[in-house]
C-alpha cells in the first residue's frame, strides 16, 4: 500500500507526496477546503460557477482551448468538481508531463481571465445544466432529500445554485471569491503515481508562489434538532418514482462514522445487501436500490434511496424502514458483517489502484480532515467494527422523529407518506 509525504512550504501551501508502484502516469490535483456551503444567498453558485470559469482562459493561455489543446497533445485528461466544502481541479497524464499539470493548474489558479464574455456565454451552459438536473429525478430528488435534512442553510442548498443567483454573478464576484478563499493554507496539492518528493516540492515553489493572507473561512455552522419526521413530496408526472430515506448521523471526525459506513453497507452496499435482496430481487419493485452514508465537517446522514414502481412505493417505503427496523432490534450476524466488512476493504483497495483516486482521497482527508489516515489505519478501524457497534448506531440513527423522506413521482397526497412514517 503507498506511503506519503506531506511537506508544508513557507506560504502554507501543503503538498501530498504519494509514490504508487507499476503506474506510468501522475495526478495532479489542487484542492481548496471551501464549497457551496461557504457562498452567501447573492452568489449561490459561484464555487461550481468558478470551476467551470477556470477552463476559460489565462493570461497565458487565453483562449479555452489553448488549455485543452495542450493537456491533449500529451495524451493527458483534466476536470474538476465542486463539493459543498471542497472543490478540486486535476490533470493526469504521463509522469514525465508533471511540470506540464503544475505549470497549467497554476497558471488556472492565478492567472484566469474571467472574461466577461466568457461569464455571459458559460451562465447559460450552467442554467442548462441545472434545468438537466430538474429534469432527472434520480438527481433531483436527492438535492430535496439534503434540503429537507440540513433546512434553510447553505449546506442545505443545490450546489448548482439557481438560475436567477447564477445570472446575477459578475467577474468581480469571482475576484472577490478567489482572494478570500484561495489562499496557500487553505490548498492542498497532491500528486500521485510515478513521482517523487523532489520534483514536487521543486515544482510547487517554482508554480504556486502564492501569499498567504489571513484566513477568514467561515460557514454557518449545522445543527439538526429534529423533533418529528420530516416530508417532501414534489409532484412529477413520472414513469417511475423516486425516493431518499434516512435521518441524520455523523460528521468526518466522528469516532464512529466508519460504524455508520458499515451499517449502510449492510442494508445497501452491494447486490447481495440488505435492501436490494429485498426491494429488487424478492419483491421487483424497482432497479436501483442502494444505502449510503454522507459525511460533512460537523454532520451527516444515512439514506437509502430507490426508483420503485409508482404504484407500489408504499411498499417499498414500509420494507425500507422494516430493515431499517432490523438493524435497531437484532445484532448484525458474525458472518454478514465479516462479508460487509470484506467488500468496504476490497473496493477500498480497489480504489487505491488509480493515481486519480488517490490523489482526489488524499488531498480531500488533508483539506477536510486535518490529517490523513493511510490505508493501513482505515482498514484497521473497519476490521474493529462489532455487531454491537453496528446495532448502537442503528439505535442513535434510526429512530422515528428523525426520519426524513423526499419523494418524486406523481403524487399529491402527503397524508399518506406521513401516515408510512408515523406508524
Not at 507526496?17 to 447573492?42: Q, W
Not at 423533533?227 to 431518499?244: G, N, R, S
Amino acid at each position: 500500500m503507498h506511503k506519503h509525504e506531506i511537506i508544508t512550504l513557507k506560504n502554507g501551501l501543503r503538498l501530498v507526496v504519494v509514490p504508487m508502484k507499476g503506474v506510468e502516469s501522475v495526478t495532479v490535483m489542487i484542492g481548496a477546503g471551501v464549497g457551496s456551503r461557504y457562498e452567501t444567498e447573492k452568489i449561490r453558485g459561484i464555487s461550481h460557477f468558478l470551476e467551470h470559469m477556470a477552463f476559460k482562459g489565462t493570461i497565458k493561455r487565453p483562449k479555452p482551448i489553448d488549455i485543452s489543446s495542450e493537456v491533449d497533445q500529451v495524451g493527458g485528461n483534466f476536470n474538476a468538481f465542486t463539493g459543498k466544502e471542497f472543490t478540486g481541479f486535476w490533470i493526469k497524464a504521463s509522469s514525465k508531463h508533471l511540470e506540464l499539470g503544475f505549470d497549467i493548474l497554476s497558471d488556472m489558479l492565478k492567472n484566469s481571465l474571467f472574461d466577461k464574455g466568457e461569464i455571459e456565454k458559460e451562465k447559460k451552459v450552467i442554467i442548462e445544466e441545472i434545468r438537466m438536473y430538474e429534469d432527472l429525478p434520480m438527481a433531483k430528488v436527492g438535492w430535496n432529500f439534503e434540503k429537507l435534512i440540513f433546512g434553510k442553510t447553505p449546506l442545505g442548498e443545490v450546489i448548482t445554485g439557481t438560475e436567477k443567483t447564477v445570472a446575477s454573478i459578475l467577474r468581480k464576484d469571482f475576484l472577490d471569491y478567489i482572494n478570500k478563499f484561495y489562499y496557500p493554507s487553505n490548498l492542498v496539492l497532491c500528486a500521485a503515481g510515478k513521482v517523487n518528493s523532489v520534483d514536487v516540492e521543486r515544482f510547487a515553489k517554482k508554480y504556486f508562489d502564492i501569499k498567504e493572507h489571513k484566513k477568514i473561512k467561515t460557514y454557518v455552522s449545522q445543527e439538526i434538532l429534529q423533533t418529528e419526521p420530516k416530508l417532501d413530496i414534489f409532484f412529477k408526472k413520472t414513469e417511475q418514482a423516486h425516493l431518499v430515506l434516512g435521518a441524520p448521523a455523523y460528521s468526518y471526525s466522528h469516532p464512529k462514522r466508519y460504524t455508520s459506513l458499515v451499517l449502510a453497507a449492510v442494508l445497501g452496499g452491494g447486490m447481495s445487501s440488505r435492501l436490494f435482496s429485498e426491494l429488487r430481487g424478492k419483491h421487483g419493485l424497482g432497479y436501483y436500490v442502494r444505502c449510503d452514508s454522507e459525511n460533512y465537517s460537523d454532520t451527516g446522514y444515512i439514506e437509502a434511496d430507490a426508483g420503485v414502481d409508482v404504484n407500489r412505493i408504499d411498499l417499498a417505503i414500509k420494507l425500507i424502514l422494516n430493515e431499517f427496523e432490523k438493524t435497531v432490534q437484532k445484532r448484525v450476524s458474525d458472518k454478514e458483517l465479516k462479508k460487509t466488512k470484506e467488500m468496504i476493504k476490497g473496493r477500498f483497495l480497489l480504489g487505491l489502484e488509480s493515481s486519480s483516486a488517490v490523489s482526489e482521497s488524499y488531498c480531500r482527508k488533508l483539506s477536510l480532515e486535518g490529517r490523513i489516515k493511510t490505508p493501513q489505519e482505515i482498514l484497521k478501524i473497519i476490521d474493529g467494527v462489532g455487531s454491537d457497534d453496528v446495532q448502537g448506531v442503528a439505535k442513535e440513527t434510526f429512530t422515528k422523529n428523525k426520519m426524513n423522506l423526499a419523494v418524486i413521482g406523481p403524487y399529491k397526497d402527503k397524508s399518506r407518506f406521513k401516515k408510512l412514517l408515523e406508524a
